[in-house]
């Protein structure tokens, strides 16, 4: 649970992540690759502001490689109808922000458009509903039931997310398996996500900080198309 301080520490974080997320599309150009792009990254997040990455490097996958959710950057180039997946993390007076988008390079199917749909609905779903009291694993059925309803359910293959703070991941799983009660003052990641081997994948993801009413969503990147 964060102190007014560390909140503050905390959004100050979200705004740096934010803003690069926003920038990203002037640096998706043809060839580029997964580990260029990265590096691009890490130097725009520390010229907005950031004080070191919250993790290695940002986790970049064009194309087919987004449809693993732990890819690792390679030498992988961009090129029209891919599907670009950038988790982005930063540091901030020492607390962690985190964030990822997932953007289209030129025309993509159908089908990529509807999984983002599914995608985005699943994490509005489960911001909606976060409050004091509800579970971290009554907010992880709520997304996976979104996804589960389209069809999807067995290519969401992780945890809705994780708490996070002076750490990427601190002690909190937002998972189905944690019976734990969510209280004000905690801040966590909401992050669905739909990967298909060999066609591609979409995650999004915020930082939500619990209010006695609800959440306060610190991530503020647009999640449009």
């Given amino acids: 649970i964060k102190t007014d301080e ?9 705004k740096i992540v934010d803003k690069c997320a926003e920038k990203m599309p002037e640096f998706l150009q043809e060839g580029i690759s997964e580990q260029e792009l990265g590096d691009k990254i890490i130097h725009m997040l520390k010229d907005l502001g950031a004080d070191q990455n919250s993790w290695g490097s940002p986790l970049i996958a064009f194309g087919k490689n987004s449809g693993d959710p732990h890819h690792c950057p390679d030498s992988t180039c961009l090129k029209k109808g891919d599907i670009v997946l950038a988790d982005i993390g930063c540091k901030k007076n020492s607390y ?49 039931s979104v996804i589960r309803e389209a069809g999807y359910e067995k290519y969401f293959n992780h945890r809705l997310g994780h708490s996070i703070g002076l750490e990427g991941h601190e002690g909190e799983e937002v998972s189905g398996n944690n019976k734990n ?17 060999e066609e591609g994948g979409v995650r999004v993801e915020d930082v939500i900080l619990v209010t006695n009413t609800g959440c306060d969503v610190l991530n503020r990147a647009r999640k449009e198309e």
């Fill in 96 to 144: 962690c922000a985190d964030l990822t988008r997932t953007y289209f390079y030129g025309d993509v199917s159908k089908k990529q458009r509807e999984i983002y749909r599914i995608v985005k609905k699943a994490n509005e779903r489960a911001e909606a509903a976060v409050r004091p009291g509800i579970t971290f694993g009554e907010l992880d059925e709520i997304a996976r």
């Fill in 181 to 197: 009660r969510i209280e004000a003052g905690m801040t966590f990641s909401i992050e669905p996500g739909i990967y298909i081997p």
């Fill in 6 to 14: 560390e909140i503050r520490n905390m959004r100050e974080a979200a």
